[in-house]
């Protein structure tokens, strides 16, 4: 059994995503999975997951292998529950991502690319203590427009991007970006290693600024 390289989106589907956003973000996941599956080294390593967060979190695709993904039409409603989402990944790490034992390798560090437009209505400190427990490789935490906190993105993760603005175009942008840093780390893993820090990825398009 190859080691697969869990990729979970973690994607904010509260009520301000919805129009343009939401559409945009259902693109973009279309678009990321189209450019992978281009690639030889994700296609034999990478896995995506997608987690949606509005007033619950729930997984609406587990961790599936790319051709045989299928990206469910979403829609945009409700609160941000980011705590309740970062908990949801913690139990599916635990649930789909293969551990390493004596006998054989388990799967890669899952990396992780978390997309929010505003600020958490739920406990999400609370989430995020039960998230920071698990093993992951690269976490990256994307602050869509001017709407989101990056103060809270900072605690889940030093790797915060933002958008200017959360339209298509930006959005886009986004995941093309996402694409590019999966297809790095799919060839890593091929050579042995995994990405550690936002260094190792692809250098951000204009439209997607690191925070510092």
């Known amino acids: 059994m190859a080691r697969r390289l869990p990729v979970y989106l973690v994607l904010d589907t509260s009520g301000s995503m919805m129009g343009e956003p939401i559409a945009a973000v259902e693109t973009g996941v279309q678009t990321l999975v189209s450019a992978l599956r281009q690639d030889p080294y994700a296609l034999e390593t990478a896995y995506l997951s997608i987690i949606t967060f509005d007033s619950n979190a729930k ?3 587990p961790l599936t292998e790319l051709t045989a993904f299928q990206m469910p039409s979403i829609s945009a409603n409700g609160l941000t529950s980011l705590g309740d989402a970062l908990k949801l990944l913690a139990n599916k790490i635990d649930s789909e991502v293969a551990k390493t034992t004596a006998e054989v390798k388990g799967d890669w560090k899952p990396l992780v690319f978390i997309m929010t437009d505003g600020g958490p209505t739920d406990d999400w400190k ?3 203590a039960e998230f920071q427990k698990r093993k992951t490789g690269m976490v990256v935490a994307c602050a869509a ?3 989101a906190d990056t103060n809270v993105l900072k605690q889940i993760t030093e790797c915060v991007v933002q958008l200017d603005t959360a339209d298509s175009s930006t959005i886009k942008a986004f995941f093309k970006w996402v ?3 999966v297809s790095t780390g799919s060839q890593k893993v091929d050579s ?3 990405v550690v820090g936002i260094g190792e990825l692809p250098p951000p398009p204009p439209e997607v ?3 510092v």
């Open 192 to 194: 042995g290693n995994e």
């Open 209 to 211: 600024n690191i925070v």
């Open 126 to 128: 609370k989430g995020l």
């Open 145 to 147: 427009g001017q709407g």
């Open 59 to 61: 997984q609406i695709v």
């Open 179 to 181: 694409s590019a840093s």
